[in-house]
């Protein structure tokens, strides 16, 4: 069945040659057009998404380096950091991209969970700071989000894997 899907997916391609880049969003908003329409999901968690993502970090760079611990990660000056993993700078961080976005005379869709998280968003936070520059449409969806926790929890020391919550989806379009 794998291999089946597989196969049928290889059969799927863009008409048209892209780019992809690993960068800085809030600096490379600085470049984007008008015609662009521009996806953000930002972080919504208090932790820093590098130390769960280190795999994927190692195979872009080339090489793991020195590695320890029971998570295999990097020291964590090896690792990046994001102020949308702080609540001190997550909002600002948020504010600066959405601003950038919306001054290119850019469009934009937005995911963001409805509830509070754990970087001190919320839905109710995401939308306020888009209005601030866009026309905002706002739809929800029921989704299931990764706790990136255990899964032991009949012994009480996990939480569960998922959750259920709703997301916030949200088209920006600049005022």
Do not use: W
């Not at 997916?9 to 048209?16: E, N």
């Amino acid at each position: 069945m794998t291999k089946t899907l597989l196969e049928g997916l290889s059969q799927v391609f863009a008409k048209q040659e892209g780019t992809a880049e690993a960068a800085d969003a809030n600096e490379v908003a600085d470049h984007i057009r008008p015609s662009d329409l521009v996806f953000i999901d930002p972080p919504y968690s208090g932790v820093q998404y590098s130390r769960f993502y280190h795999v994927l970090e190692s195979i872009a760079r080339g090489t793991a380096g020195e590695v320890s611990g029971s998570g295999r990660n990097p020291e964590p000056r090896m690792r990046p950091h994001s102020d949308y993993s702080v609540k001190s700078g997550a909002r600002k961080a948020l504010s600066e991209l959405l601003g950038k976005v919306a001054h290119n005379g850019a469009r934009a869709i937005l995911t963001f969970p409805a509830h509070e998280c754990s970087n001190g968003l919320s839905g109710d936070i995401v939308r306020g700071l888009a209005g601030e520059h866009f026309e905002v449409t706002e739809t929800y969806v029921d989704s299931r989000f990764s706790t990136l926790g255990g899964v032991n929890v009949e012994v009480g020391n996990g939480r569960v894997a998922r959750h259920t919550a709703q997301e916030l989806i949200l088209y920006l379009t600049p005022k």
